[in-house]
């Protein structure tokens, strides 16, 4: 991406307190990432062979990245052979050119929508909006933060961060519908009458896509609801917006991933509607398929070694609800359409350093290694964020602000690396916080620190370092 | 056995009782130990943070410290997992196949306390005696880097006259992440704030640990609520005993 385009966003920790203080988030979103954690971890326990099949997806991954170019040469010629067509796009902007302009072949003024996280990464409604298509979001979750003006918070239930009151709050007031209860059966009704219609009439559909099959051109889209089936199915044209990352080799493939992604997404052993699709079909669904095939940052990201298996992610979710920090501020704080775990290793790899917000990320998390665990394609995350806070410290050092260089921690990190490079200084440097702790000292109790470290006493006192240390009382034994 | 200690910065300056028990229990089981006092700091803050090349001269302070050694055992599962999960990584950077090759041959020699106490010793009752209240919070780096399992849990069942109470939530960090508790603060405290809540709730009057870097900021949140539960390292809980530490 080039620099030019860069839309600097907030920080991870200017924000997250923002979000750690909404009490309703908060309940909503440990109650709702505890329930799917816990029944993950059962519907995981009856596979045997899981960690044999968590190394067959990542095995398979890397040899996707490995020879992605020949890959993609092979799905283009798969997916044109079955009657698609097939579109480059190197970033945001040339994707959301080319979709429109075949909307506008089309001459549809609304399209409706699969649930694609891709398309939100390119802002693609608001790029149909600028030449007035009204995008219409099917997925019920994507609908109520489409009615909402509002922003997914998660990468599987994107209104996570809403409870069932709101929503009917929010139908009563965008779909007309005064008597509405907050029963989840009245509120699906309700998104199903009003969306039913829109199906019928719609031309265009627009999707996003869980795989791409380079051997037979086939594109698959797993859901919950059908609606997406209906995306896919009833209007005359498809266009499918993929990450040039979503390839899979083989139809055989889908043997290991049919059983991951379920697994660690909803938590099920099969997904209730899985489509799936090979170009066209005469008399039988759309009679144009369109496959924008999308790179923005992607390639990027393929080149950096340790950073490159980041394109593994089969965009489970699994990560976000074992995360503890994802569980206490939400999705927003990460100012992403890719939040969590994920998203702090990816939305800075895709948007670049240079972001201020997406440089933040990588920070924002204990490195507690829960989202390894859980990681169906394993993902090293707490690795490549490590990897990533290493690329900032050197952008730092080789190209940093005067105010960045003088930076406490920046300092600090510096002067300790000499310190403990020799065993006299160390000691010299145990001495002289020692001695100078009396300033913060107060009943024998540290409450309170200056600068950077306030954070830290904000809520934790800290014991006095002691008269003697370890190595003090060791020579005093031995004399 | 001769065992070398690394005591790891953290511990020789803010919690010498921790190193201290270390010595006495494992002397009490008959093993001879040594300290050298060239050791500093492994380079977990810096390579955590992501000054990758500040923690190269800690690796290469750390092959010349205990190359040589027979065992080396630390109070610290978070410090031993950057030696085992980490420092291959670091080698690798240098691209000094005789620093690599170093650094392969000592990882095995390297162990946290519990685990060589209950995997390499086999030892689970190491005969001490603790008559208090006990939950134990087991810690991100122990659990899913070094994967000690249960082996703290199997020690403190056997230690007399305790009586270990289960810590609800325990899988789930405590919020440390070392400068992400400076850094992000909040989100920090927010994840503190629920740890210490399951604490509470056992009723403990000890919390205890293999990493006193997760316990000096949980116990950090306990004295600033006032809540009376009192942090304690593992090992000063097996050094104790009917006669006395």
């Known amino acids: 991406m080039s620099k030019k385009s860069i839309q600097h966003t907030p920080t991870f920790e200017e924000t997250a307190n923002a979000y750690l203080t909404n009490s309703q988030l908060r309940r909503n979103l440990g109650h709702a990432t505890h329930t799917i954690r816990n029944k993950r971890t059962k519907i995981v326990g009856e596979m045997p062979d899981w960690e044999h099949l968590r190394e067959a997806g990542n095995k398979l991954k890397k040899r996707v990245m490995r020879h992605l170019g020949s890959y993609l040469l092979q799905l283009e010629e798969s997916v044109e052979k079955a009657g698609g067509t097939v579109h480059w796009a190197r970033d945001a902007e040339e994707a959301n050119r080319i979709i429109v302009d075949l909307v506008k072949q089309q001459e549809a003024e609304e399209v409706v929508k699969v649930k694609s996280i891709t398309t939100d990464e390119i802002k693609l409604n608001e790029a149909l909006k600028k030449e007035g298509i009204q995008a219409l979001e099917t997925d019920l979750a994507e609908l109520i933060v489409q009615l909402a003006e509002d922003e997914p918070s998660h990468i599987l239930v994107p209104a996570i961060h809403k409870n069932r009151a709101e929503i009917r709050d929010l139908f009563q007031e965008k779909l007309n519908n005064k008597e509405l209860s907050d029963r989840p059966e009245d509120l699906a009704e309700a998104a199903r009458l009003y969306l039913r219609k829109k199906f019928l009439s719609a031309r265009v559909g627009i999707s996003g896509a869980n795989f791409g099959v380079a051997e037979t051109g086939t594109v698959a889209v797993v859901e919950s609801e059908g609606n997406g089936r209906m995306c896919t199915t009833l209007p005359e044209t498809l266009i499918t917006v993929m990450g040039i990352e979503k390839i899979i080799p083989t139809w055989q493939d889908f043997e290991v991933f049919m059983q991951l992604l379920p697994r660690s997404s909803t938590a099920e052993r099969m997904n209730p509607y899985n489509s799936f699709w090979t170009g066209v079909t005469p008399g039988d669904g759309p009679q144009e398929f369109h496959l924008v095939l999308l790179d923005n940052g992607r390639t990027n990201v393929l080149a950096d070694e340790v950073g490159r298996q980041t394109l593994n992610c089969i965009r489970c979710s699994a990560c976000l609800n074992v995360c503890p920090v994802y569980e206490r501020t939400g999705g927003h704080a990460y100012h992403s359409v890719y939040p969590g775990p994920i998203g702090a290793i990816l939305t800075p790899q895709l948007k670049g350093l240079e972001d201020d917000g997406a440089a933040s990320l990588p920070y924002a998390s204990s490195l507690c290694g829960a989202c390894y665990e859980v990681c169906p394609v394993k993902i090293d995350i707490p690795k490549v964020l490590v990897h990533l806070r290493g690329k900032i410290v050197d952008e730092k050092k080789r190209n940093g602000s005067i105010k960045q260089r003088l930076n406490p921690e920046h300092v600090g990190m510096k002067w300790m690396a000499r310190v403990f490079q020799n065993s006299k200084k160390y000691e010299r440097a145990q001495k002289i916080a020692r001695s100078g702790q009396w300033l913060f000292v107060k009943d024998g109790t540290i409450s309170k620190l200056p600068g950077q470290l306030s954070g830290w006493s904000a809520m934790r006192d800290l014991k006095p370092i002691p008269d003697q240390t370890f190595r003090g009382w060791w020579r005093t034994r031995n004399e | ?245």
Request: glycine share 8%; hydrophobic share 40%.
């Open chain 2, 1 to 245: 056995m001769q065992i070398s200690l690394f005591i790891t910065c953290f511990n020789d300056t803010l919690f010498p009782e921790t190193g201290k028990a270390m010595v006495h229990l494992l002397e009490r089981l008959g093993h001879a130990v040594d300290f050298s006092f060239e050791q500093t700091c492994c380079g977990q803050m810096h390579y955590n943070s992501g000054y990758h090349e500040e923690a190269i001269p800690m690796l290469k302070r750390f092959v010349e410290v205990f190359g040589d050694a027979e065992y080396v055992v630390a109070p610290s599962a978070s410090c031993v997992a950057v030696v085992k999960e980490f420092y291959p990584i670091i080698a690798e950077k240098t691209e000094d196949p005789a620093l690599i090759k170093v650094v392969k041959e000592l990882i095995p020699k390297v162990f946290e306390l519990s685990q060589f106490l209950v995997e390499e010793l086999e030892l689970e009752d190491v005969g001490a005696y603790y008559p208090h209240r006990v939950t134990y919070h087991p810690t991100c780096h122990s659990l899913r880097m070094l994967h000690v399992g249960d082996a703290p849990l199997k020690l403190l069942r056997n230690v007399k006259g305790l009586e270990l109470v289960e810590l609800p939530g325990a899988l789930e960090c405590c919020g440390f992440g070392g400068t992400f508790a400076i850094k992000n603060a909040d989100t920090s405290i927010a994840m503190l704030s629920d740890k210490m809540a399951h604490i509470n709730d056992t009723g403990a009057e000890v919390c205890s640990s293999i990493d006193n870097s997760c316990l000096m900021h949980i116990g950090g949140g306990l004295s600033r609520q006032r809540s009376g539960v009192k942090p304690v390292h593992l090992a000063e809980i097996l050094a104790s005993t009917e006669e006395g530490a």
